[in-house]
């Protein structure tokens, strides 16, 4: 097992801006409108301005990748100084808009819901792109964005949260008042002053996960106890990490553990109360002896334009064939 990093590592030399920052808008309030009114227009299921220069849980964040929860993803510990500032992704950044993407409705299977349409990275990052050239029209000349999509060392739950998109849960997971957690998340960031949605900024300090009450129901019903308690998960031990961010081979218990799971996990989404009850539709399977004979090439030709890519060829086939061992052992 790697050891986690004593401290981040530095910051490369930075160069200076290649542009100044625009002049200030006249009406920084009706641009954050404007903002808002093109995300829902453009199909996100809530949206909210963030105006801030830095994030507020950094120390958090490092403190869970130099406890080694982070597995096998070391790009969490090369960027992680890059996070501390927002205008490491964008110089200037004045302004985030946060918006979240609903993911289409499904029952139970072994690919996670957010896998099992066309790449949501692609889908957002378009629509994200659309918002800008038209927000543009309306900023002063000069103004300059950044669109992100899980693409750029962004705390994006917090700034979710800050937002006013809504509550961290126990799960880790941002949940959308009467949306639920089932949604994908995209910024746009801008040097630009858009007036923020949310008067009140939520303190990152330690969450009481109030909203979530005394219910419990992620942290019981995750198959692998990869939870170490709210909102504190070790990467791990969980199955979405397993199947897609774990590049090595399984480790001794590593393939018994995923049992049917081919791709990413939803159990800590599908029992928690703020998603309602599951639907009753069909199941969304992939057959495991059919991914685990796939040729590079032919896995291209048939996932190149899906979330799977992210576990890559030989990440899901290893996947298929320990689901395979696993029947055989039943």
Not at 46 to 56: I, R
Not at 142 to 160: I, K, M, N, Q, S
Not at 279 to 289: E, I, R
Not at 300 to 320: E, I, K, P
Request: aromatic share 6%; glycine share 10%.
């Amino acid at each position: 097992m790697k050891t986690a990093p004593a401290s981040p590592p530095p910051l490369p030399r930075k160069r200076p801006p290649r542009f100044p920052p625009p002049p200030e808008p006249s009406d920084p309030a009706g641009l954050g409108k404007l903002a808002l009114t093109l995300a829902g227009r453009h199909g996100f299921c809530a949206a909210g301005v963030l105006s801030a220069p830095k994030p507020l849980t950094w120390d958090r964040f490092w403190n869970w990748v130099a406890a080694g929860y982070a597995g096998e993803m070391d790009w969490l510990a090369r960027d992680a100084a890059a996070r501390q500032d927002f205008s490491h992704i964008l110089p200037f950044t004045r302004s985030v808009l946060a918006v979240a993407l609903l993911l289409p409705p499904g029952g139970p299977g072994n690919v996670a819901r957010y896998a099992r349409g066309d790449d949501y990275h692609v889908t957002v990052r378009r629509a994200l792109h659309r918002i800008a050239a038209e927000l543009a029209k309306s900023c002063p000349e000069g103004t300059h964005f950044r669109v992100c999509v899980d693409t750029a060392p962004l705390l994006e739950r917090e700034v979710a949260v800050r937002a006013g998109l809504g509550f961290i849960g126990k799960n880790g997971m941002l949940i959308i008042p009467g949306v639920g957690s089932h949604a994908v998340l995209g910024e746009l960031l801008t040097d630009v002053d858009l007036g923020p949605s949310s008067a009140t900024v939520p303190e990152p300090a330690e969450t009481s996960f109030s909203e979530c009450g005394s219910c419990t129901a992620c942290l019981d019903g995750c198959p692998t106890s990869a939870f170490k308690g709210p909102g504190l998960l070790d990467a791990r031990l969980c199955l979405s990490y397993l199947t897609i961010e774990k590049r090595s081979d399984f480790e001794a218990g590593e393939a018994d553990a995923i049992g049917e799971t081919l791709f990413g996990c939803d159990i800590c989404q599908d029992v928690c109360p703020w998603n309602g009850p599951p639907l009753k539709t069909a199941a969304a399977q992939l057959d495991p002896g059919e991914i685990a004979s796939l040729t590079e090439e032919e896995f291209d030709a048939r996932f190149s334009h899906t979330a799977l890519t992210r576990a890559g060829w030989r990440g899901l086939a290893r996947n298929a064939r320990a689901v395979l061992a696993n029947r055989g052992k039943s």
